[in-house]
């Protein structure tokens, strides 16, 4: 049941207004006391991503790289059975990866369907600096992944093709709401010279059809990021944020002038409007996060169950996000 103010009234977004984007900036950019460092990252296992990235940042670290190496720890983790090492497989058994990067210049770099690595965040770095093209995908990822020194090695561990082998029974595709579904890390920071950057990495959707990619690591689905404002970020069904655009409209409705809660929650009730009238609504959960260039944060998602980790000055956490259904 909706249940969130004014859930319906507001839920179809505005236009955006060219003439007012160098203005909206310029407000952002030039407001005072802005909180430095800030790293926000999604579910409970964003909290030992922050732990590693915090005191990178603390330390006069930039945000790319510890965006980088926050994540990093998540995909090397076999207990977080949604990114890297011990994820879910799709439904031919085979864990394929999928991440992006974005830095305070948009430059960005983005790997999908990436078998064999445990960490594709770190080779979507390698494509941003080091290739003129910002996605590889499948064979050619991974052939350029062990060009740049990476190593192969089977990310299906026993405790995921145990759930594998179980899944088989049934072979029903029918994913569960915050579990199957929060299959991603997505990360935001703001370092000390106040600059952003973004990461995102996942095993995807858990069962899914062999070569299917989802929104992390399409920039301006998964991730978006403007340093004259502020970034955002996703996670949930992919299908449902590459259809919004939902990351890029995020930071466009901040450059308009919304606060981070604000622009996360109309993208969320954007997506609701789409899905409302489908038979696929009753598995829909979608989670936004967003960090403006002043150090606020938010994050907002359709249903209950999604939490972002935080941590600024004097401050971390774990955070129950707002949310429009139960």
Not at 78 to 102: Q, S
Not at 104 to 129: D, T, W, Y
Not at 280 to 285: F, K, R
Request: proline content about 4%.
């Amino acid at each position: 049941m909706i249940k969130r103010r004014d859930f319906l009234g507001k839920a179809a977004l505005g236009t955006v207004s060219l003439s007012a984007l160098p203005t909206m900036a310029m407000k952002a950019e030039s407001k005072k006391g802005a909180k430095k460092p800030v790293v926000i990252s999604t579910w409970n296992h964003g909290v030992q991503a922050n732990e590693t990235a915090y005191p990178l940042l603390e330390k006069g670290g930039t945000a790319l790289d510890a965006v980088e190496m926050g994540v990093r720890v998540v995909e090397a983790d076999p207990k977080v059975m949604t990114v890297g090492l011990g994820g879910f497989p799709d439904r031919e058994g085979k864990v394929t990866l999928d991440a992006c990067i974005m830095d305070k210049h948009s430059n960005c770099g983005s790997v999908a369907f990436l078998q064999n690595i445990v960490h594709p965040i770190s080779v979507a770095r390698k494509v941003m600096e080091e290739t003129p093209h910002i996605m590889l995908v499948g064979e050619g990822a991974l052939q350029f992944a062990k060009s740049q020194g990476f190593k192969e090695e089977n990310l299906l561990t026993p405790e995921a093709e145990k759930a594998y082998k179980k899944w088989l029974e049934e072979s029903k595709y029918q994913p569960v709401i915050n579990i199957e579904n929060h299959d991603t890390i997505s990360m935001l920071a703001l370092d000390k010279n106040g600059d952003l950057a973004g990461s995102c990495t996942t095993s995807g959707a858990a069962w899914k059809m062999h070569g299917r990619v989802g929104d992390s690591p399409i920039i301006g689905a998964g991730l978006f990021l403007d340093n004259e404002v502020g970034g955002a970020a996703a996670t949930g069904l992919g299908e449902a944020v590459i259809r919004t655009a939902g990351s890029a409209m995020v930071v466009e409705l901040m450059r308009q002038g919304d606060s981070p809660y604000d622009a996360c929650k109309k993208v969320t009730e954007r997506i609701y409007q789409l899905y409302k009238r489908r038979d696929d609504l009753q598995y829909l959960q979608v989670g936004f996060i967003a960090l403006s260039k002043t150090g606020e944060y938010a994050g907002y998602s359709l249903r209950k169950g999604f939490n972002y980790a935080f941590q600024e000055p004097g401050k971390n956490g774990l955070s129950d996000a707002d949310f429009s259904m139960d």
